[in-house]
């Protein structure tokens, strides 16, 4: 029999922890998308709906009003290749952010790890991300763009740094959302403004090149042109993604060391 | 054998009014602050269970008793103090937590079992006792959205109930629910009990309270003012309220007994038990004629009250209640200032034991009281006969031989 000693939950047996509740964490995540599709009438359509309405608006306005050269690549599948992946990183960070706050009355009553709410709301989200690839898929075929190559063994890399990097930040936004009920605003808000930031609706070759560096501290902007030279250019990607690598780290460790730090807090501030 | 909870000495404080922390604050450990900011939720507070023990934990809204659950379940964290846990505990501070209402009852059953605690494979190997006892066997397949409320709470007690726990901890959720429910739920946990579960119940329901609890502890304003058994308790619960509706300080509504309310505009003063012969006496044969004598001031005018005594067993089993509205007795109107005696004669065929006299005076519409003495004094009986049980139904016994041809004679 185990001693659970509730006075305050030393780090190591926090992983065991939520091992122990990973149950709770596939449970919770089947609830998740079930919930959202059970009295939707477009179900599963959803998931493709916005990456799908952005890409056509950005490709009416930058193939017709705003031309932008994207390399003899078509303008839907340069944009979409990438919004997909987009749409993955901000609805899984609103989600989370969203996570523990529209739970309270679970996280107010029962013990559990909390990062296990905003955990499936991000896996529940790559179910919607994998029904966008899969139309993805029908585009590149469609303008026969050779996809199957060796360099797409670098996709669960690039995904697994996105989702890294989306989890970071969710955890801490859920954290704080608790306590500074405005914090899902700003996040979303800077979501918005990050989306330009980011290479999705022009190629990186208009970055001018002195800027080039300083622009790739961005880590979106690499995990995106990663996804881009894998599907698009059918190479490896390049430097920048080892420094998206890098940030993303950084970030899901202090995002979970901070979550973990003020956790306590949250059935109190309700 | 070590015991399954140990609880030294929790203090837990919340601040009031309006409270963002600081990020600081909130990486380090909330510590200390000026006094009048705080509230004292619970206010050192100790007390150790073995496996197997129920303890209750009674007091009127707001006395810290969730939150001792909530400390206990590990879902807030004390200001100080140790809390130790051993094995695996269930805490149901909600029924149906995690319910969704579009799922229907068979996921929702895997999804509350999982928060609760249970492995999915513990789930499909009990998932039929969990229908059976929750009794929902055609709504299975139902969005819990139809439900009514108490097949909710069916459901959510019997997923929890099952989960097999080495601690129990029971929030008043079972005031949903019919009777014959509470009946099971009542004999679900002395299930687990007998297994070995440490249990500990909160409630207002007093007589459950005494029913499923061995000890008990009254909350009151954070503090512990009382630890014994559970019918102990429940007194010493009664004798606080009576002493706070005395006192003036607290008006109405301090919950518990059934959220009734002592006004104290009419004040029992004292209880006497006299025997045949008019002297007070504690000891009585099993069928003497007994006067119980009641002495009340009345502070108010109050028309027509409703007096009532109450003889229970020591562990709470009512073995006689009766009002002067039930026996259709009319009584007169009183002012202010001044006093009453009023005497009940009746015999006590009573079997051999210990019995606890209760005593109200209740508003005339029976919606609250004046003054309640839960236990205003004890008396014993002394019976000749060897019966068990409450009453001496005195049977008279005749046998005849019977012929072996089976005639009679």
């Not at chain 1, 890409?55 to 009416?60: E, H, Q, R």
């Not at chain 1, 669960?156 to 704080?176: N, R, S, Y």
């Not at chain 1, 042109?225 to 490896?236: F, K, N, T």
């Not at chain 2, 007091?59 to 140790?82: E, F």
Request: charged share 20%.
């Amino acid at each position: 029999m185990t001693v659970a000693e509730i006075t305050s939950p030393p780090a190591r047996s926090r992983f065991q922890h939520l091992l122990a509740h990973r149950d709770l964490l596939v449970a919770w995540t089947l609830r998740t998308i079930r919930a959202r599709y059970k009295q939707s009438v477009l179900g599963g359509l959803w998931a493709i709906l916005q990456p799908t309405a952005s890409t056509i608006i950005f490709s009416l306005v930058f193939t017709y009003f705003v031309p932008i050269d994207t390399g003899g690549i078509p303008y839907i599948v340069f944009s979409y290749v990438a919004m997909v992946p987009w749409t993955l990183f901000t609805t899984s960070i609103a989600d989370m952010v969203d996570s523990l706050v529209g739970n309270m009355n679970l996280v107010s009553k029962i013990y559990f790890p909390r990062e296990i709410l905003p955990l499936a709301a991000l896996l529940a989200r790559v179910l919607d991300f994998g029904i966008a690839v899969g139309l993805l898929i029908l585009l590149m075929l469609y303008f026969r763009i050779p996809f199957l190559t060796p360099a797409l063994l670098y996709l669960p890399i690039i995904l697994v740094v996105q989702m890294a990097l989306a989890l970071g930040l969710g955890l801490i936004g859920a954290a704080l959302n608790v306590f500074y009920r405005d914090v899902k605003h700003l996040i979303v808000l800077g979501l918005q403004l990050w989306l330009y930031a980011s290479p999705i609706i022009y190629p990186v070759t208009k970055v001018p090149e002195w800027l080039r560096p300083y622009y790739f501290i961005n880590p979106m902007a690499g995990v995106i042109e990663s996804y881009r030279a894998v599907l698009l250019a059918q190479q490896a990607p390049g430097n920048y993604l080892i420094t998206a690598a890098c940030i993303a780290i950084i970030v899901l460790v202090a995002g979970y060391y901070f979550f973990k730090k003020v956790e306590f807090q949250f059935a109190d501030v309700v | 054998m070590a015991p399954s909870i140990q609880f030294e000495q929790v203090i837990k404080k919340y601040r009031i009014g309006q409270w963002l922390p600081s990020i600081r604050e909130a990486l380090g450990r909330f510590s200390g602050g000026r006094a009048e900011n705080y509230h004292m939720a619970v206010d050192n507070v100790s007390f150790a269970l073995e496996p197997g023990e129920a303890l209750g934990i009674i007091g009127p809204n707001g006395a810290g008793k969730t939150t001792i659950l909530k400390l206990l379940s590990g879902v807030t964290y004390p200001t100080s103090g140790q809390i130790n846990i051993r094995g695996r505990y269930s805490a149901l501070i909600e029924l149906g937590a995690g319910f969704h209402p579009d799922l229907t009852g068979r996921e929702n059953i895997f999804l509350n079992g999982t928060i609760l605690g249970m492995r999915r494979a513990d789930i499909r190997n009990r998932f039929d006792q969990i229908v059976e006892f929750a009794g929902i066997g055609n709504f299975l397949d139902t969005p819990v959205k139809r439900y009514s409320s108490g097949m909710y709470a069916r459901l959510g007690f019997s997923i929890a109930a099952h989960v097999d726990p080495d601690v129990l901890i029971v929030d008043e959720v079972l005031a949903v629910g019919d009777y014959s429910f509470q009946q099971r739920c009542h004999a679900r946990m002395d299930e687990l009990r007998a297994k070995g579960t440490a249990l500990i119940f909160v409630s207002h329901d007093m007589d459950a309270v005494r029913r499923v609890c061995d000890r008990g502890l009254v909350m009151y304003r954070g503090k512990n003012i009382f630890q014994g058994s559970a019918a102990e308790a429940v007194v010493a619960y009664s004798d606080a309220v009576r002493r706070a509706a005395r006192d003036l300080k607290t008006t109405t509504a301090e919950g518990g007994l059934a959220e009734r309310v002592m006004s104290f505009d009419a004040e029992i003063e004292g209880v006497t038990l006299l025997g045949a012969n008019g002297r007070p006496i504690t000891v009585v044969q099993s069928g003497d004629s007994v006067t119980v004598g009641v002495d009340i001031k009345f502070h108010k005018d109050i028309e027509e009250p409703i007096f009532s005594f109450t003889i229970r067993t020591t562990d709470g089993r009512i073995v006689y209640d009766t009002t002067t509205r039930w026996k259709k007795i009319r009584t007169p109107n009183f002012v202010a200032g001044e006093r009453c005696r009023v005497e009940y004669k009746l015999d006590l065929p009573l079997l051999e034991g210990e019995y606890d006299l209760g005593v109200d005076v209740i508003s005339t519409d029976f919606s609250h009281y004046y003054d309640r003495l839960e236990r205003a004094m004890g008396f014993w009986v002394k019976s000749a006969d060897g019966a068990q049980g409450l009453v001496d139904l005195d049977a008279k016994v005749a046998f005849h031989r019977l012929a072996l041809n089976g005639a009679g004679d």
